[in-house]
C-alpha cells in the first residue's frame, strides 16, 4: 500500500492515515483469531466461560499495553544503533531487518 501511495503521489498525511489504518485492522484481525480460537477450543467446557474471558482480556491487555512499550524500546534502540551509520546502505537494512526479526521472536517467545 506504501508503494502505491508513493506511486500516486499522495500527501504524506494521508499516507501516513493509509499505514496506520492498516495496523490498526491486522490488530484488530489478530485479536478477534485469538478470541474466535479460544473459543473454539475443544478443551474447554461450559464452566471455563469464565476463565476464558480473563484470559482473553489480559491477553488483550498484554498485546495493546505491552506490545506498543516494547516495540517502542526496541525501535529505539534501532534508531540509535543505524544513526551511528552514515550513507552506508546495507549495514542499515541489515540492522534494520535484524531488528525487527529478534524483536519479533522475543516478543513470541514472551507473549
Not at 76 to 93: G, H, W, Y
Request: proline share 3%; charged share 10%.
Amino acid at each position: 500500500m506504501h508503494a502505491c501511495t508513493l506511486a500516486l503521489g499522495a500527501s504524506e498525511v494521508l499516507r501516513v492515515l493509509i499505514n496506520g489504518e492498516s495496523l490498526i485492522n491486522n490488530g484488530v484481525g489478530t485479536f478477534f483469531y485469538t478470541v474466535i480460537d479460544n473459543f473454539l477450543d475443544p478443551a474447554i467446557d461450559s464452566g471455563a466461560f469464565e476463565v476464558v474471558m480473563t484470559n482473553l482480556v489480559l491477553q488483550f491487555l498484554k498485546v495493546a499495553i505491552g506490545g506498543p512499550i516494547l516495540g517502542y524500546i526496541f525501535a529505539k534502540l534501532a534508531m540509535m544503533s543505524v544513526s551511528r551509520v552514515f550513507n552506508d546502505a546495507p549495514v542499515e537494512i541489515t540492522v534494520t531487518l535484524v531488528s525487527l526479526f529478534t524483536i519479533q521472536n522475543w516478543i513470541l517467545l514472551v507473549f
